[in-house]
Nanobody
Framework: QVQLVESGGGSVQAGGSLRLSCVAS??????MGWFRQAPGKEREGVAA????????YVTTTVKGRFTISQDNTKNTLILQMNNLKPEDTAMYYC??????????????????WGQGTQVTVSS
């Protein structure tokens, strides 16, 4: 069974950067993505990548600041987050989907989830 383990979260000041990593043990699926959930809010898609074709999708609120990539040699998904804002504060989750066709930033398409890593941005 695939397991996803996130790391790299922490506390930073606004304008700072963090790099999240997600190591997948086993098959990485057709799509992998990063999602986040702030207290009292629904889980939202942040970024996703096709593990086969390399296509990427980033939600508009982080476009130009966050970059998703993958290191296939290490079975690792990466989210580089720059110019962080207080509204980026949330628990960030890595997820995997075996679907061949999906809406990349919709959580219901993803069937395997990590336990999350907390990102806190102070003003």
């Amino acid at each position: 069974q695939v397991q996803l383990v996130e790391s790299g979260g922490g506390s930073v000041q606004a304008g700072g950067s963090l790099r999240l990593s997600c190591v997948a043990s086993g098959y990485s699926g057709n799509w992998m993505g990063w999602f986040r959930q702030a207290p009292g809010k629904e889980r939202e898609g942040v970024a996703a990548i096709s593990t086969t074709g390399g296509s990427t999708y980033v939600t508009t609120t982080v476009k130009g600041r966050f970059t998703i990539s993958q290191d296939n040699t290490k079975n690792t998904l990466i989210l580089q987050m720059n110019n962080l804002k207080p509204e980026d504060t949330a628990m960030y989750y890595c997820a995997q989907s075996s679907a061949r066709s999906l809406a990349p930033l919709v959580a219901s398409y993803y069937n395997t989830w990590g336990q999350g890593t907390q990102v806190t941005v102070s003003s």
